[in-house]
C-alpha cells in the first residue's frame, strides 16, 4: 500500500506541476494605441539663390581670366632673326589653336644686360596685317635697332591683348 500511496502522491505531483506548465502560446493581438493625428510642420520653402556672376568662358569652354587669355592659344616656331641690306628683320611660324582668327598686336623686343631696350619690331602676317587665321600663319617684323641683335635673346611683349574676331575670307596677295 506504500506503494500505491506513493504512486498517486507522484501522479498527484506531476498533474499539479503539468497545470502550472501549461500556458495558451496562441499569440494574442491586443489593440496598440494609435496616437492622435497632428498636423507636420512642412519645410521652409527652397529658393535658389545665385550667389557669383556666371564666368565668361570662350569657344573651347575655358574661362576667361584676364586680357592675355587668348594668347595662350598662339605658339610661335621657326623663328629666324636676320640681317639683310641696312635692316633686321624676323620670319617664323605662328600657330593659332583656337578655332576663330585672333587680332592683337606683339612686338619682338631686345633688351641690353642693363634692362634697356636695344631693339623692337612689330610683329604681323604676310598682308602687314596683326590678324592671325587658325592654323599656321607665316609672321614677319623689321626691327628697328642700331647694333647686330642676331644672337641676342629677345622676348615677345603683347602690346594689345589678343580677341576673336569674326572669320573673314582673307584676300589673296
Not at 550667389?51 to 565668361?56: F, I, S
Request: charged residues 15%.
Amino acid at each position: 500500500m506504500k506503494r500505491l500511496s506513493l504512486m498517486i502522491l507522484l501522479l498527484s505531483a506531476l498533474f499539479l506541476f503539468s497545470l502550472a506548465g501549461c500556458e495558451d502560446a496562441t499569440p494574442v493581438l491586443a489593440g496598440t494605441p494609435t496616437p492622435a493625428a497632428t498636423p507636420t510642420p512642412l519645410p521652409d520653402p527652397f529658393s535658389a539663390e545665385i550667389t557669383a556672376a556666371p564666368v565668361a568662358t570662350d569657344a573651347l569652354g575655358n574661362a576667361i581670366a584676364g586680357d592675355d587669355h587668348y594668347w595662350q592659344y598662339l605658339s610661335f616656331g621657326a623663328l629666324r632673326v636676320y640681317e639683310y641690306d641696312d635692316g633686321t628683320f624676323l620670319d617664323g611660324i605662328c600657330v593659332n589653336a583656337y578655332p576663330q582668327p585672333l587680332d592683337g598686336e606683339v612686338n619682338i623686343v631686345y633688351t641690353t644686360a642693363d634692362g634697356k631696350i636695344c631693339g623692337i619690331g612689330k610683329i604681323h602676317n604676310v598682308l602687314g596685317t596683326t590678324l592671325l587665321q587658325t592654323g599656321s600663319n607665316a609672321i614677319y617684323a623689321e626691327i628697328n635697332t642700331d647694333i647686330d641683335v642676331t644672337s641676342m635673346d629677345f622676348a615677345l611683349v603683347v602690346k594689345t591683348a589678343f580677341a576673336p574676331v569674326a572669320a573673314v575670307a582673307s584676300p589673296t596677295p
